[in-house]
């Protein structure tokens, strides 16, 4: 048997995938991948499949940058392998 906490991400995912892709989706995903940290210091909106990115510093803006790869594996794993194929990072 496997804990609770072990199943709700893949609950999570298998939901998000099935709903149809939005920005709020794509928003609650952010958050999801990048935590409530990131996630305060950032606004984001879909365009097509690249996530754009709206941060307040050039510290943040730098961290994103430095973990892109592992964001966007983050977000593809919760909205599906072609949802999001770019972050852009603005200021």
Do not use: C, N, Y
């Not at 893949?10 to 996630?39: C, H, N, Y």
């Not at 365009?47 to 966007?72: D, N």
């Amino acid at each position: 048997m496997r804990p609770l906490a072990h199943a709700v991400p893949g609950a999570i995912a298998q939901l998000l995938r099935e709903a149809p892709l939005s920005s709020g989706k794509a928003a609650f995903a952010w958050t999801a991948a990048v935590g409530p940290a990131l996630d305060r210091a950032t606004k984001v909106t879909l365009a097509g499949t690249v996530l754009i990115v709206e941060v307040t510093s050039a510290q943040w803006a730098r961290e994103i940058e430095r973990s892109r790869r592992l964001i966007i594996a983050r977000l593809q794993a919760l909205l599906g392998k072609d949802a999001v194929t770019r972050l852009e990072v603005r200021q």
